[in-house]
């Protein structure tokens, strides 16, 4: 891998963001994510070597960590700081349509449902293996959904729910979409949720957590 590419797939890895933050404390001083992404694009190189040589390599390092539980939330937070410090450099990209993202990834927590640590985990790591998200917050209800999906033809949906109650709520919605949109995907997570449970509500797959959403979605 070309050294800035690979410079920036650390800075993601470590939670870099820019050369101000002191975090982490053995890069102290050093550029970021922020200053080598835009050095990278001063030197040449294209939106997308940097979307897929860089930042998806580097989130695609952290979600394995992570997995493997090598890494824990708080370090997730700080790879999803780097990473949304990159990609303001690629932003621009995006719009021009120079930049193609994978898809459309439609993310809430259920109704009744306040807990979104876990859901945006999910969203960012999403977003690091290159798809579009939109996310809807928490607390989402079914109409939300068949809304969003309604202008998202394509779009894989996500939901997240963390108490039992509102697995219920899950229930709902995953019924509602599937009987409006039996074509779409619907992965399903958090602590409470199972394999049995996703299944038996009709879901396509239940992520234990957000790397294996990743690994799905990437796999349509
Ligand atoms: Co709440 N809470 N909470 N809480 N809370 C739990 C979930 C609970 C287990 C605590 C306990 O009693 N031991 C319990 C649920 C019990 C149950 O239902 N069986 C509980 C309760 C009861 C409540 C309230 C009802 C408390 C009250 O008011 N009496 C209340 C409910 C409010 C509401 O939602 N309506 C409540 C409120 C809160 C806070 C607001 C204070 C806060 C949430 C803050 C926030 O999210 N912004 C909170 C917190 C922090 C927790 C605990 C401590 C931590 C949850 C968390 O963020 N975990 C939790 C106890 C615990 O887990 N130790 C607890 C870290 C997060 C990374 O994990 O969300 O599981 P998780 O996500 C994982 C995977 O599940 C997966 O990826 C993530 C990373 O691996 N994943 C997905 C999740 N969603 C995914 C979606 C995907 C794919 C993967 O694709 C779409």
């Known amino acids: 891998m070309n050294?800035?590419?690979?410079?920036?797939?650390?800075?993601?890895?470590?939670?870099?963001?820019?050369?101000?933050?002191?975090?982490?404390?053995?890069?102290?001083?050093?550029?970021?994510?922020?200053?080598?992404?835009?050095?990278?694009?001063?030197?040449?190189?294209?939106?997308?070597?940097?979307?897929?040589?860089?930042?998806?390599?580097?989130?695609?390092?952290?979600?394995?960590?992570?997995?493997?539980?090598?890494?824990?939330?708080?370090?997730?937070?700080?790879?999803?700081?780097?990473?949304?410090?990159?990609?303001?450099?690629?932003?621009?990209?995006?719009?021009?349509?120079?930049?193609?993202?994978?898809?459309?990834?439609?993310?809430?927590?259920?109704?009744?449902?306040?807990?979104?640590?876990?859901?945006?985990?999910?969203?960012?790591?999403i977003e690091g293996a290159g798809w579009r998200v939109i996310d809807l917050g928490t607390d989402v209800k079914t109409e939300r959904f068949l809304e969003v999906l309604n202008e998202n033809g394509n779009a894989v949906v996500g939901l997240s729910a963390l108490l039992t109650t509102t697995m219920e709520q899950m229930e709902r919605s995953v019924k509602a979409i599937r009987e409006h949109f039996p074509e779409n995907r619907i992965v399903v997570g958090g602590a409470p949720v199972n394999s049995e449970f996703a299944k038996r509500i009709g879901a396509s797959l239940y992520a234990p957590n957000p790397q294996v959403a990743v690994e799905y979605i990437n796999s349509i």
Do not use: W
């Open 3 to 125: 050294q800035i590419l690979e410079q920036i797939s650390i800075c993601i890895q470590k939670g870099k963001v820019d050369s101000k933050m002191a975090y982490p404390p053995e890069m102290k001083g050093m550029p970021g994510a922020d200053e080598l992404t835009k050095a990278a694009l001063d030197e040449g190189f294209s939106a997308n070597d940097i979307l897929s040589g860089a930042l998806i390599h580097g989130m695609g390092i952290v979600g394995d960590l992570f997995r493997e539980k090598r890494l824990f939330v708080p370090q997730v937070l700080m790879s999803a700081m780097a990473m949304k410090a990159a990609m303001v450099h690629l932003k621009p990209f995006f719009s021009s349509g120079e930049l193609k993202q994978k898809g459309t990834f439609i993310i809430g927590t259920v109704a009744g449902d306040l807990h979104d640590i876990g859901k945006n985990l999910t969203a960012m790591m």
